[in-house]
């Protein structure tokens, strides 16, 4: 009989969006003349830029001749797409190698994969409410975690306890769910952090395009002096492009990132990160890759942002109406989350359910998200126009 990996007992049940879609399809069997709205769940609605298709199609075209075909390619990602990601963020003054680039199928698989390069005896920090897949993939490694309380105290921007160590730790900004944003100063403060602690930060940069003010707050960790000797950068194709579907992601690791082992050997994240992608993975498929590059031209983001800015003034719109009604609320100016506290001490489910049934407008509790989301909300602004103004009217008259 095979010893199993018992670490998944450890995992709670993810029955988070199992359990809305099982409630709203109750509803609906019951309602079948009512027309519900979802801003629930957080996939992007918006096709791709005309240049990502355009370069898809070339792509495709290329395995047509023998000339052109691709086989497999280099495992960290063509030149061509590390070349282009390094100039992307060149154009925002930030200067990376491209040798520090992995391209990979999206920022899940690597936020969920690097944590194979680190030991299980280290102090992990997760903030709660958190993104699931950061506290799963320590969990079925056996790994111990230590919450970060995110609440209305600290606007959901937990930042580091002085008194205590870590050794590895994970930042979502913008955050998922809750959509606040670390100031560039406050990240300054968790890069000081982790240098004295000779820590690492695992930056989960996977809404970065949604930042509005630039000046200050970070789109990058590697904006902050010191961020290179102390952070991973995940990133991905999904929200600033629409590749949620598609599937195009990369990871930056930086080359200054080096720890003494135990065994007197000086140890590069790089190098680790290389071996173990070389190992496990073959990279995403040429065709995606080459309409990944197009996404990073001046021409192709400017045509992404135009559906980012769609979604920005749908959680405008969302945020206006909580705003009318005085309910406090995070994130929605530099992300597509709007995460409030449910209204009269309500909790999470009890207020989906009440949404439910009296405006017929499904999101997401924050129970899914941690205990710190217990009696918050999230909503998402990836719907239509119409249907958000729609959602939003009937926030209006039913508050
Ligand atoms: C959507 C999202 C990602 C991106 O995941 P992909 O695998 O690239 O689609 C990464 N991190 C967070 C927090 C996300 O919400």
Known sequence: MPKLNENYLDLQESYLFSE???????????????????????????????????????????????????????ERGYDFLRDAIKDYYGRRGVEIDADEVFVSDGAKSDTGNITE??????VILVPDPVYPVYVDTNIMMGKKLVYMDGNAENDFLPMPDKSVHADVIYICSPNNPTGACYSKAQLK???DYALANDAVILFDAAYEAFVTDPDNLARSIFEIEGAKKCAIEFCSLSKTAGF??????????????????????????????????????NSTSYIIQHGAAAVFTEEGMAQCMENIHYYQENARIIADMLGKKGIRYYGGINSPYIWFECPNGMESWDFFDYLLKNAQVVGTPGAGF???????????????????????ERFDQLF
């Open 117 to 122: 390069l680190f030991a299980n005896d280290n």
């Open 189 to 191: 403060e968790w890069v």
């Open 244 to 281: 949620t579907g598609t599937r195009c992601g990369y990871t930056i690791v930086p080359k200054d990132l080096k720890f003494m082992s135990s065994r007197g050997v000086e140890m590069s994240l790089n190098a680790m990160w290389n071996r173990r992608q070389s190992t496990k993975f």
């Open 20 to 74: 809305i879609a099982h409630r709203v399809a109750e509803y609906t069997r019951e309602n079948p003349d009512k027309k519900v709205i979802r801003l629930g769940i957080g996939d992007v609605t918006k096709p791709l830029a005309p240049l990502a298709i355009k370069a898809l199609h070339e792509g495709v075209d290329a395995m047509a001749t023998a000339e052109t075909f691709k086989g497999y390619g280099p």
């Open 370 to 392: 941690g205990k710190n989301g217990k009696n918050f909300f999230r909503l998402t602004a990836f719907g239509s126009r119409e249907n958000t103004i729609e959602a939003m």
